[in-house]
């Protein structure tokens, strides 16, 4: 079992967007969670302060050279579904997901090589913090 912080009191202030995950040299965003194929997947995060915005699961099919070249393609895994999000996406008001600071999202059927989060903030401010954990089945 591998578990890491992926998102550590990342602030969230007015617009902004980050993303789970370490970056690689050459690449501006982050390559997310690598996850060999037989493992399952999940993320248990908080949210502090008043954000507004959108908390999205994303996942990619693209190698480390593909990240590293910016050309990796990223979509929404809309199979994430419960706790607050609907088809991969979770709104965040008032620093909350489904009335609730903390979330967990369980991938039991991911199919991608990779995993980030994707946080959107529109509005307020506050911080997010998750932690990633992989284990084989």
Same mark, same amino acid.
């Given at each position: =079992?591998?578990?890491? *912080?992926?998102?550590? $009191?990342?602030?969230?202030? !007015?617009?902004?967007?980050?993303?789970?995950?370490?970056?690689?040299? !050459?690449?501006?965003?982050?390559?997310?969670?690598?996850?060999?194929?037989?493992? &399952? =997947?999940?993320?248990? !995060?908080?949210?502090?302060?008043?954000? $507004?915005?959108?908390l999205t699961v %994303?996942?990619?099919? +693209?190698?480390? %050279?593909?990240? /590293?070249? !910016?050309?990796?393609?990223?979509?929404?895994?809309?199979?994430?579904?419960? +706790?607050?999000?609907?088809?991969? &996406?979770?709104? =965040?008001?008032?620093?909350?997901?489904?009335?609730?600071? *903390?979330?967990?999202?369980?991938?039991? /059927?991911?199919?991608?090589? /990779?995993? /980030?989060? *994707?946080? &959107?903030?529109?509005?307020? $401010?506050?911080?997010?913090?998750?932690? $990633?954990? +992989? *284990?084989?089945?």
């Amino acid at each position: =079992m591998l578990s890491h *912080k992926v998102f550590d $009191a990342v602030a969230l202030t !007015g617009a902004n967007t980050v993303y789970s995950g370490s970056t690689i040299k !050459g690449s501006a965003l982050a390559q997310g969670t690598a996850q060999p194929n037989g493992r &399952v =997947m999940s993320y248990v !995060g908080q949210l502090t302060g008043n954000a $507004a915005g959108t908390l999205t699961v %994303e996942g990619s099919n +693209s190698s480390d %050279e593909d990240c /590293r070249l !910016g050309t990796d393609i990223w979509i929404t895994n809309d199979q994430v579904t419960g +706790s607050g999000f609907t088809a991969g &996406v979770a709104t =965040m008001t008032g620093g909350q997901i489904n009335s609730a600071a *903390k979330f967990a999202i369980a991938l039991t /059927r991911n199919a991608f090589l /990779r995993s /980030r989060l *994707k946080c &959107v903030s529109t509005s307020g $401010a506050g911080t997010i913090t998750a932690v $990633a954990c +992989s *284990k084989a089945v």
